[in-house]
């Protein structure tokens, strides 16, 4: 009988241990899931909101780093201005008008032009031309390479000041 006792109580030590080592298991699998999911949560979360504390003047403008992503800020009269109305396209900014008198006008944009770049940093889907811009100051002068008619030109512009109601677009002189 004792024997048989004895025998149970190492069986139901047995069981004892295999369950509480899968417990254990279970436990550092979870733990190490928690931290590593947090780790690559915290550094997905910080990457999305830095840009959320940059403000636009406040970066080194270098053609060798990669631009920053600005989120659109709210509408400022000392804001730096183009003078374009522009569609975004995968691969830059087509110029559907440009505005009278304006400095994308002085700097000889025409509609049709396609900005790629400015100052050597690429517009595209993920940039847009306005988050670009934003980053400037009215009287920053811009090297913004554009395409016209398939051929890639620079173009020099000198930012003016945003206005509050811009003068017509000029008419579209057919090309």
């Not at 910080?46 to 800020?73: G, N």
């Not at 396209?89 to 025409?110: C, H, I, K, N, Y």
């Amino acid at each position: 009988m004792s024997e048989n006792r004895t025998d149970l109580q190492g069986t139901r030590l047995k069981w004892a241990g295999i369950i509480l080592c899968f417990l254990l298991v279970l436990a550092m699998t979870c733990a190490g899931s928690f931290l590593w999911g947090g780790m690559v949560g915290f550094a997905i979360g910080r990457a999305s909101t830095v840009h959320r504390y940059i403000r636009p003047h406040t970066f080194e403008r270098s053609p060798v780093e990669p631009f920053p992503s600005i989120p659109r800020q709210p509408f400022h009269t000392d804001s730096a201005w183009l003078g374009v109305h522009y569609q975004m396209q995968e691969r830059g900014a087509l110029v559907t008008g440009v505005f009278d008198g304006s400095p994308a006008e002085e700097g000889g944009l025409q509609t049709g032009d396609i900005i790629v770049r400015v100052d050597g940093r690429y517009v595209d889907a993920t940039l847009s031309l306005g988050d670009v811009i934003q980053a400037y100051r009215p009287g920053d002068r811009i090297a913004m390479t554009i395409l016209r008619e398939g051929r890639e030109q620079v173009v020099r512009v000198q930012l003016g000041v945003r206005m509050q109601n811009p003068v017509p677009l000029v008419p579209d002189s057919g090309g």
